[in-house]
C-alpha cells in the first residue's frame, strides 16, 4: 500500500512537468531461481496454480511487457496507477 500511495504522491508531484509515475505489482512469477526456492519453500504449487484464473504462473517476460507498455506512447494519460501482473490470482498466499 506504501508503494501505491507514493506512486500516487510522485504522479501528482510530478505530473505538470508531463512525468508519468505508475507500479507493477506482479503475481507469481517463475524463473529459473525462483522455482528452486519455490520448491524448498512449498510454493508454487498445483494447488496455487489452481487459485491463478489463467492457470499458470507469470514468466518474466510477463512483468517486462507491462513495463513496457507502462513506459510507452499508448499509455500516455496513464499515471498514478499500480498494474496487476498476477493471472487473475486475487487471494494470495499464506
Known sequence: MAVL????????ELGP?????????PGITYSARVAAQARA????????????PLRRFGQ???IAKAVE???GDMSSYVTGQCLSVCGGNVVTPN
Not at 500511495?5 to 501528482?12: C, E, G, K, N
Not at 519453500?41 to 491463478?52: A, H, K, P, S, V
Open 41 to 52: 519453500r512449498n510454493l508454487g504449487t498445483e494447488e496455487d496454480l489452481l487459485r491463478i
Open 60 to 62: 518474466p517476460d510477463d
Open 5 to 12: 500511495q507514493y506512486t500516487r504522491s510522485l504522479a501528482t
Open 69 to 71: 507498455f507502462l513506459s
Open 17 to 25: 512537468d508531463g512525468i508519468r509515475a505508475n507500479c507493477v505489482s
